[in-house]
């Protein structure tokens, strides 16, 4: 990729940047690819922290429903498969066929950051916070799903606008679609 679209940077910093999509028409074929496929990856890698910080989140939330009802103590991992069950959470799709590999690299710098999140990494058991230590938990992992997810929104715009590039120049040239 280029240079001047901020290397050294993080890749959702370079794709949010301003000189990411600027004269687009202007670039190179194989260089628009690069950041369509840039933004492919980057949208990967924000897919599985969302679902890593919603997957968390989903254990607190039942724990706070659980004390919030009295109930009983539930079985940890009875509880745990439940939270996350997916009952209630509909995926929406682009109509796309997704990718489902993330390098492991980046498989572990989301979930470190998701245990960053809840201050003590070794939290294992919802159980054993006290309740101002579950709502604080359960406040700052929200915060980051939508954090997460306005980011995730970001790229995909630009991942479009990348597309409709790519599909303009296909349109012009078709023989630019065999290309590698």
Not at 9 to 26: E, G, H, M, V
Not at 148 to 169: A, Y
């Amino acid at each position: 990729m280029s240079e001047d679209i901020g290397a050294g940077k993080r890749r959702i910093d370079r794709i949010l940047s301003a000189a990411f999509t600027q004269s687009l028409s202007s670039l190179p074929l194989a260089e628009v690819r690069a950041r369509r496929d840039a933004c492919l990856a980057e949208r990967e890698y924000q897919s599985l922290l969302r679902r890593l910080v919603q997957g968390r989140l989903d254990i607190l939330r039942a724990e706070a429903t659980r004390r919030g009802s009295g109930g009983d103590e539930p079985n940890l991992v009875r509880g745990v498969t439940e939270a996350l069950s997916g009952e209630g959470r509909t995926a929406g799709t682009r109509g796309e066929a997704l990718r489902l590999m993330v390098p492991p690299e980046e498989m572990s710098l989301a979930r470190r950051r998701v245990e960053g999140l809840v201050a003590d990494p070794s939290i294992s058991d919802p159980r054993a916070l006290t309740d101002e230590q579950l709502a604080a938990a359960i406040g700052r992992l929200e915060r980051e799903e939508r954090q997460v997810s306005d980011q995730r929104r970001l790229v995909l715009d630009i991942h479009d606008r990348l597309q409709d590039e790519l599909k303009r120049r296909y349109r012009e040239n078709p023989a630019d679609a065999l290309v590698p």
